[in-house]
């Protein structure tokens, strides 16, 4: 026995609208926001990873995180891990960590959000129909790779590891200790990408995502607690480290290249 649904007795029919949204607010100006935000740093950040110079400051030891670790020929004192690598101009001194880097970025569940909006417009607002016609989900290709995003997360928390390693160094001047600004800004970017690689969804899942009883592991529970007040800034962070990035190695290509000198504080 089949049924076939009907419209009640004295209902309308559902409008026919012609018009691709009713919205008559800029919704169109946070997708904008962030095509430029976005492509103004991907295009800064190229730029500076195969200009192959200006990247170390060798009298504090300030390297700049888009060329950490550096493991070719061109890195000199900077390379901390060897070199390895062939210094041929398409090879960043960094080849081996930024697709790691870039992969953990592209999966990070914010920023499917922020691009899934923006450039492909999947959907622009809330609203606001699909750009696509069809849609299959993250279940194809290139979209599948979206599951790779906690060993990604694994691979940037070694990533921010060496970057803690680097702001370390950077303490060492031709007299020993040494302090400047540019310690503080290396400082500043290794917390800001600590606090958005613990705010990851998927740190979160993996300290206490699984666990059935929090009284049983304090521990966990209290990391969980503390990773999960993170996350609720994980939009924010992500934008900040951008930020924190792009002054950290702008402030060491401007120093490296005799702009201006670095600010001491001791030696």
């Known amino acids: 026995m089949t049924t076939t649904a009907t419209r009640p007795v004295g209902a309308q029919a559902r409008a026919s609208i012609s018009a691709r949204t009713l919205r008559t607010d800029r919704w169109w100006i946070a997708p904008l926001i962030t095509v430029i935000g976005l492509s103004a740093w991907i295009a800064y950040a190229t730029v500076r990873v195969y200009m192959h110079k200006w990247f170390f400051v060798e009298d504090y030891h ?5 060329y950490s670790p550096c493991l070719t020929d061109r890195c000199g004192e900077a390379a901390e891990f060897g070199t390895f690598l062939p210094s041929w101009w398409i090879i960043p001194e960094a080849a081996l960590t930024l697709p790691f880097l870039l992969l953990f970025r592209l999966t990070c569940y914010y920023y499917r959000k922020a691009y899934y909006r923006s450039f492909w417009l999947s959907p622009p607002a809330c609203a606001v129909p699909d ?10 290709f290139p979209l599948i790779f979206q599951n790779a995003h906690r060993y990604a997360f694994y691979a940037a928390g070694i990533i921010s590891v060496i970057n803690t390693w680097d702001a370390i160094k ?29 705010s990851c969804h998927s740190c979160r899942h993996i300290a206490g995502g699984r666990l059935k009883h929090f009284s049983r592991h304090p521990v966990r529970y209290r990391f969980w607690t503390f990773v999960s007040k993170l ?28 702009w201006f000198g670095d600010v001491r504080f001791i030696n």
């Open 62 to 66: 300030y390297l700049t995180p888009f």
């Open 231 to 258: 996350n609720t800034r994980h939009m924010q962070l992500a934008w900040i480290t951008l930020a924190t990035l792009a002054i950290t190695d702008f402030y060491i290509m401007a120093v490296s290249a005799g």
């Open 131 to 140: 750009g696509h016609k069809t849609y299959s989900g993250e279940t194809r």
């Open 170 to 198: 950077a303490f060492h001047s031709p007299e020993g200790f040494g302090f400047g600004l540019g310690n503080l800004i290396l400082i500043l970017n290794v917390v800001m990408l600590w606090a958005y690689t613990l």
